[in-house]
């Protein structure tokens, strides 16, 4: 690992991670690069490349541990662990994201819910206490939580945005339609179906 | 285009797509797929050869017209239109959706909404009234809808997903975190929030 990996290659690999872990649910314990591929709409070649840049996780001609491989994964990409996420929003899209079941097992919770509406300060969201934005950087700092998802509408994305990077978050996910800037050191991935919707009309 | 081009370089148009309406709006006319590498962190020499499988879209040291190449594009996406799409689900999430800013000018509009909840058919959600998901082939057969967003609980996505099918449904973007199955012909994309915010994860 002398040579730092690219994004692309980073990006590829929670793919890589959920197809091994629903084999495992499947009951395959050993998979081989082309099946991955076939599943995956990726090149053998590609995967095996990508693979390669973090160690030798196969034996020619004998496939993949499939469990070894999946850890091995959520070492390299630091979900064997649970973070902690602050919600930036407690409306409709807030709350389906505090119900929302697929966090569970992949390395995330929301550990706390900020809004800046005074008749949903105090309330609850699920088990939650919703805190007032205005507190955002002291409620991030004070408890070192280093990933953020934003709920809030498109105008107030920024201003949330800049709050928390203030009080030391690193990883936003965005789901309000407008990008935001971030300094060097903060990363932001975007929320955003129509992508999800393009790569299909193509097809139609 | 004799060959088919791969789901992988189509994954990618949307990307490009999005990057070249940014640029428009940020007053630029012309880029070169240096710049659009550096911003997307996706190699030129790629970008190059993705956009090569559609014909001639740069002259070699001129750079893309940003304006001529958003266009082609979204016809090649086939989102230099409007299509209609259906939403499964008339819960927080769906009503996130309804009220979500980003589709306007990226090809879709939410145009129906279904529950199986007595206490929502029939009212509105936003301008639309939500029907009886027991109807849901039927209305899509009939509108001719061949997009679908599928917004409700896990153990509900697989049934709903059958009767889209049924109707004629052809793209299905699901976040149920469940994966469902459809038969060839058909295809769904997941939206899954675990796999950005695992993109990040790394860099912590």
């Known amino acids: 690992m002398s040579k730092p990996v690219s994004d692309i290659v980073i990006g590829r690999l929670p793919i890589y991670l959920r197809a091994l872990t629903r084999l495992l649910e499947e009951g395959q314990t050993i998979t081989a690069s082309k099946d991955l591929a076939e599943r995956l709409g990726i090149s053998s070649a590609q995967i095996r490349k990508d693979l ?23 070492s390299i990409l630091q979900v064997d662990r649970l973070w902690d996420m602050v919600l930036v929003g407690a409306g409709d899209l807030g709350h389906a994201i505090v119900h929302y079941g697929g966090f569970e ?41 280093k990933i953020a998802i934003v709920a809030v509408p498109a105008d107030a994305a920024q201003i949330v945005v800049d709050q928390l990077v203030e009080g030391g978050a690193k990883a936003i996910l965005n789901y309000a339609p407008i990008t935001v800037t971030v300094p060097s050191g903060v990363r932001v991935q975007y929320f955003d179906p129509s992508i999800h919707l393009q790569r299909m009309t193509y097809y139609l």
Chains 1, 2 share one sequence.
């Open 52 to 74: 390669s840049h973090f160690g030798e996780f196969g034996k020619q001609g004998m496939g993949y541990d499939i469990a070894y491989l999946r850890d091995q994964l959520k």
């Open 105 to 145: 097992g992949r390395g995330f919770r929301v550990a706390c819910v900020c809004d800046n509406n005074p008749q949903k300060i105090g309330r609850r969201l699920g088990h939650l206490e919703i805190y007032d934005t205005a507190h955002l950087a002291e409620i991030v700092r004070q408890r070192e939580i």
